[in-house]
């Protein structure tokens, strides 16, 4: 497979170190791509549910394929989520074309876009911390029995299903919630002279104008690898949600597993990393 020359890619809720996280596709997608940049935005790696039990091969080398991003001089900025706010702590840190933050602008043409995860608007992350906890261990088990079901669904000739999309689609609150969490956003940008706002947080990926009464937005969200496989990708100017498909990837991965090593993930423990940040106190903002 020949790599795509992409100008700027956008992913976000990625969730590291869960069973839900599709790593082996979005490594897949990372290795297809020549991206001049690339931007994390939040949920990347789940510290929240972080356990040194299971942290699979498949998303170190997802680790490392970013970093190899890294050491070849593109510019990857890595934007904290509610799932990875411990790294909040270190905002601003940069170590070579690795930046990680809380919120970035970018000049897109003569157009100027806000990027952020999103989890600022979530009323529950603000007020009950505990539930919104609680309610992403049940995400991941929900996940887990997705997993069980759509094999005995291909073992029957059957087509794979979304448990968590179909209970999303069928809560209105669940619907309510989206479309609030991107008129909010939308409306904010609007305030602040931004054409474009970028949002990760809900796993809905969209691309489409919002209008109130002060002026009109291009909202976008990225999506997740979890339920959609989806990212963002800005070329030329124009935008467009990728959407992973596993036919596109028939012929054999474009550089073997061993290439993503360099000498900054050689020596990069990860599991030793996240011990230390779940057990740091958190640092107010």
Same mark, same amino acid.
């Given at each position: 497979?020949?790599?795509?020359?992409?100008?700027?890619?956008?992913?976000?809720? !990625?969730?590291?170190?869960?069973?839900? $996280?599709?790593?082996? #596709?979005?490594?897949?997608?990372?290795?297809?791509?020549?991206?001049?940049?690339?931007?994390?935005?939040?949920?990347?790696?789940? %510290? &929240?549910?972080?356990?040194?039990?299971? &942290?699979?091969?498949?998303?170190?080398?997802?680790?490392?394929?970013?970093?190899?991003?890294?050491? #070849?001089?593109?510019?990857? !900025?890595?934007?904290?989520?509610?799932?990875? +706010?411990?790294?909040?702590?270190?905002?601003?840190?940069?170590?070579?074309?690795?930046?990680?933050?809380?919120?970035?602008?970018?000049?897109?043409?003569?157009?100027?876009?806000?990027?952020?995860?999103?989890?600022?608007?979530?009323? !529950?992350?603000?007020?009950?911390?505990?539930?919104?906890?609680?309610?992403?261990?049940?995400?991941?088990?929900? %996940?887990?029995?997705?997993?069980?079901?759509?094999?005995?669904?291909?073992?029957?000739?059957?087509?794979?299903?979304?448990?968590?999309?179909?209970?999303?689609?069928?809560?209105?609150?669940?619907?309510?919630?989206?479309?609030?969490? +991107?008129?909010?956003?939308?409306?904010?940008?609007?305030?602040?002279?931004?054409?474009?706002?970028? $949002?990760?947080?809900?796993?809905?990926?969209?691309?489409?104008?919002?209008?109130? +009464?002060?002026?009109?937005?291009?909202?976008?969200?990225?999506?997740?690898?979890?339920?959609?496989?989806?990212?963002?990708? $800005? @070329?030329?100017?124009?935008?467009?949600?990728?959407?992973?498909?596993?036919?596109?990837?028939?012929?054999?991965?474009?550089?073997?597993?061993?290439?993503? @090593?360099?000498?900054?993930?050689?020596?990069?423990?990860?599991?030793?990393?996240? +011990?230390?940040?779940?057990? #740091?106190?958190?640092?107010?903002?």
């Amino acid at each position: 497979m020949q790599k795509r020359d992409v100008d700027l890619i956008i992913i976000s809720d !990625t969730h590291l170190g869960t069973y839900g $996280c599709h790593a082996k #596709e979005l490594l897949r997608y990372l290795k297809s791509v020549k991206p001049k940049q690339l931007i994390l935005n939040g949920d990347i790696i789940d %510290i &929240w549910q972080f356990s040194k039990r299971y &942290w699979p091969e498949s998303h170190m080398k997802v680790v490392r394929k970013i970093l190899k991003f890294v050491a #070849e001089g593109v510019p990857v !900025t890595y934007l904290t989520g509610n799932h990875d +706010e411990l790294l909040r702590k270190f905002t601003d840190f940069r170590l070579g074309s690795l930046t990680l933050t809380n919120k970035l602008t970018l000049c897109i043409g003569k157009k100027r876009a806000w990027v952020f995860h999103g989890d600022i608007f979530d009323v !529950t992350m603000q007020h009950s911390k505990w539930l919104a906890r609680l309610g992403a261990v049940g995400y991941d088990s929900l %996940i887990l029995l997705n997993s069980l079901v759509n094999w005995m669904l291909e073992k029957l000739g059957r087509d794979k299903m979304s448990l968590s999309k179909k209970i999303k689609n069928s809560i209105k609150n669940a619907i309510k919630f989206i479309n609030d969490f +991107e008129v909010t956003a939308a409306s904010l940008a609007i305030e602040k002279g931004y054409q474009y706002v970028v $949002c990760g947080h809900i796993h809905h990926p969209e691309i489409k104008q919002i209008e109130t +009464e002060l002026g009109t937005v291009t909202y976008l969200n990225s999506g997740d690898w979890v339920e959609n496989l989806t990212a963002l990708e $800005c @070329h030329r100017g124009k935008w467009r949600i990728y959407r992973y498909q596993a036919e596109d990837y028939a012929t054999a991965d474009p550089e073997p597993d061993g290439t993503e @090593h360099d000498d900054l993930s050689e020596k990069l423990d990860i599991k030793r990393l996240l +011990e230390v940040l779940k057990s #740091e106190p958190m640092v107010a903002l």
